[in-house]
Structure formats: C-alpha cells, structure tokens
C-alpha cells in the first residue's frame, strides 16, 4: 500500500514541477474507472430519446489529442492537436503532415495547443485565429494568435493577445466570433478557491476572465470597462473558474460559455457585458479534498448559473444545434463531458432541451456506452453533429440520421 501511495504522490509533483496542474491529476490518479471500450471499427447505430436511431461515423482516427475543430469553405476540417499541430482532414483522410508556420507551445500536461476558430470572412482574408500555451522565462501564459492559412503552411502569423502569468502553467481557452465580427475568449487557469481562484476576481488580471477583442486585437470602444482605473479594459466578464466551451445563440445572437468546478458545480453561464459569474465567493463545488468551496451558491450583484452539473461531467466543447438534420433537436445544446462524477471512462455527449421560455426542460446523455472522452463538438455544414475524442489516438466521429 505504501509503494502505491508513493508513486501517485510522486507522479503528482512532477506535473506540477512541469507545469501543470497540482490537484486536479491528484484527483485523476486515485479516482475509480470502469474498462476502457474500443470505438467501433466504422460506425454503430444508437437509440435516443427524440430521434429514434442515430447512427455514430468513425471519420477519421490517429489524431493525438485533438482539442478543436474548424470547418474550411472547401470541406475540409482543420484539427488542434493538444502538442502542437494543426492537422488537415480532407473527405475523410488525415493528411500526413501538419501545417507548419506555428509558434512554439508549451505542451505540458493538459497545456498546449487549443482552440481554432475561422474570421467571418475566411474566404476572402484567409484568417484562422488560435490559442496556445506560449512558454516564457517568467512563466506560462495564454495567446491569441492570427494567421493566413495557404494550402499547409500558416504565414504571417502574429500574436494578438497575451494573458498574464499563469499560476500552474495551464488555462482553457475557447474562441467564438459574435454577430458584431468582435472576437471572444475565455482565459482559464483560476484554480484553488484560495489561491489562484482569487485572481478570477480581481479586475486588473486577465486570469478567470471572458476578453472581448476586435479582430485584430484591439479593445472594441463598447467593452464594459473601457475607462475604468483599475480595470482591464480588454475584460468582457469576470469570475470564471476553467471554461471549455463557448458558442453563439443562433437565434438571440447571445454569447453562452461554460466551466468546469473543481469536484461538482460545472455550469453554463449566459454572459452579459461586465457580468460576475462569482468563482470562487459564490459556487455548487467541493474542493478536490471534500470541502465547500463556498457558502452559498448565489448573491446579489453576481449572476447566477443557467445550467449546472452536480455530480461534475467535466464540460469540454458546446454547440446549439440549428440545422435541418435532426429536426427534433433545433434548439438544443449539445456538451462533450470528459467524465461523469470523479470516474474514469465515463466520457459522452449530453442533450440539453429548453422550454418555450428559453428554461432547462430536460437532459440526455448520449454515448454512454462508448466511454469517451469527448474533447469537443460541433454542427458541421452538412447538419451533422462533429466530436472529438480525447486520447492518444484520437478520432473524429460523426452523428447523423438514420434513414
């Protein structure tokens, strides 16, 4: 029992020495998992509650670590890989070589490459933009990145903007454009509600934060704190904890992002320009050893939860669903979940459905039989539904009807 104990204390300190994070692989190493399960070789038919059958499409394996999609004019899929690369998918097939033309990353831990997102008007300026763990002399911290993609090499590439120093070296980030063309993104990395979790409240750091930039960096004149003494002025929210996925309303227009807790409390926050999602004076989450994180779930002046997860589903990617497809689910907000309550090898897809008043109304939970940790999930521009699985090798899957 002692030799166990001893290599998970050690495995722990070498993350952290590394750069990544301290108790979240702590709580990894000791939790409890069920098998792991071989996705299937081509495809698999799946019941479901509003589509009778669905059918799941292994598009494309090999991928190592994929964290995000993007969809090319052409076809064509653009993939981050959590090292490094930028990958290519053309009808199916995985080109050989990565796009070259990308900056260093710090790929340590969970840290790495992350998001993708195309420029409203990628056909004519060619623009993809992407976040990375950049690494430093004085530490790790989180960029945005502009570049122009031409066939596999990325040119003129130029960094946009830069978070502060991060506490363990490792911070989600999500991109999405809104209906303005100004560009939003999260910036993690708030972890410990009596450490770095501070830091999500502090307005002067860019830690825990949703910044709002135009698309070429800039600070749009309208952002909530333009002006203020002590604000930065780049700051759309505050008060976020770790967020791994961010999306448009298609019908409102609205920006909604979610996060995850530390043992419980992920949530989906709808966000409003100068908003305070309240990690960590406010949350539904327990410290890693067991402990509230705070003592109450709600106050005035910090906006309250839309959505939110107890026991955890460890939340990673999320898109409302307005194609033609699967006309029973228009209106739907679809999760990857990366585990369900502290196990391993509990990853899926959860279903979200709202009332006539825009209300939670009920939940499914998809693809529990494939134990995946689903990474991300996108509408592609065909109406089907695009994931990514979260492993050493990797794969894009597909969801679409069943005739």
């Known amino acids: 029992m002692t030799r166990v104990v001893l290599t998970v204390v050690r495995w722990c300190l070498a993350v952290s020495m590394s750069g990544g994070f301290v108790l979240e692989p702590l709580a990894w190493a000791q939790s409890p998992s069920l098998p792991e399960v071989d996705l299937p070789e081509v495809s698999r038919v799946f019941q479901t509650a509003e589509h009778p059958e669905v059918r799941l499409v292994v598009v494309t394996r090999g991928l190592a670590h994929p964290w995000s999609m993007a969809f090319l004019p052409d076809g064509r899929l653009l993939v981050t890989e959590r090292a490094g690369r930028l990958r290519i998918i053309r009808d199916g097939v995985l080109e050989p070589a990565p796009v070259s033309g990308l900056p260093s990353v710090h790929a340590v831990g969970l840290a790495g490459l992350m998001d993708v997102a195309l420029h409203p008007e990628f056909a004519e300026n060619r623009y993809i933009y ?43 980030s999500r991109l999405v454009f809104g209906g303005d063309g100004n560009l939003w993104m999260t910036v993690g990395g708030a972890f410990g509600a009596n450490t770095g979790g501070l830091r999500a409240q502090d307005p002067n750091d860019t830690v825990g934060k949703v910044v709002r930039l135009t698309d070429d960096g800039r600070v749009p004149s309208d952002n909530p704190f333009v002006g203020r003494l002590g604000y930065r002025p780049e700051i759309y929210s505050l008060g976020h904890r770790n967020q791994l996925g961010l999306t448009v309303h298609p019908e409102t227009g609205l920006i909604w992002e979610h996060e995850n807790g530390p043992l419980g409390g992920d949530e989906v926050n709808i966000l409003k320009a100068g908003g305070n999602y309240g990690w960590p004076v406010v949350s539904h989450s327990r410290e890693y050893a067991g402990g509230r994180v705070a003592a109450r779930t709600w106050q005035e002046g910090m906006e309250a939860a839309e959505i939110v997860w107890l026991p955890a589903i460890a939340p990673s990617g999320m898109v409302f669903y307005d194609g033609t497809q699967f006309p029973a689910w228009r209106g739907n907000l679809f999760v990857g979940a990366l585990r369900m309550g502290g196990i391993r090898n509990t990853g899926h897809l959860q279903r979200i459905v709202f009332n006539e008043r825009g209300e939670e109304a009920r939940r499914e939970s998809l693809l529990v039989e494939l134990r995946q940790r689903i990474r991300d999930v996108r509408q592609g521009p065909d109406g089907f539904l695009y994931l990514l699985t979260d492993a050493d090798n990797g794969s894009v899957l597909r969801i679409e009807p069943v005739d």
């Open 130 to 172: 992407f976040t990375f763990s950049k690494p430093g002399a004085d530490g790790v911290r989180v960029v945005l990145a502009r570049g122009q993609l031409d066939g596999l090499v990325l040119r003129e590439v130029r960094e946009l903007f830069t978070s502060d120093r991060l506490n363990g070296g490792t911070a989600a």
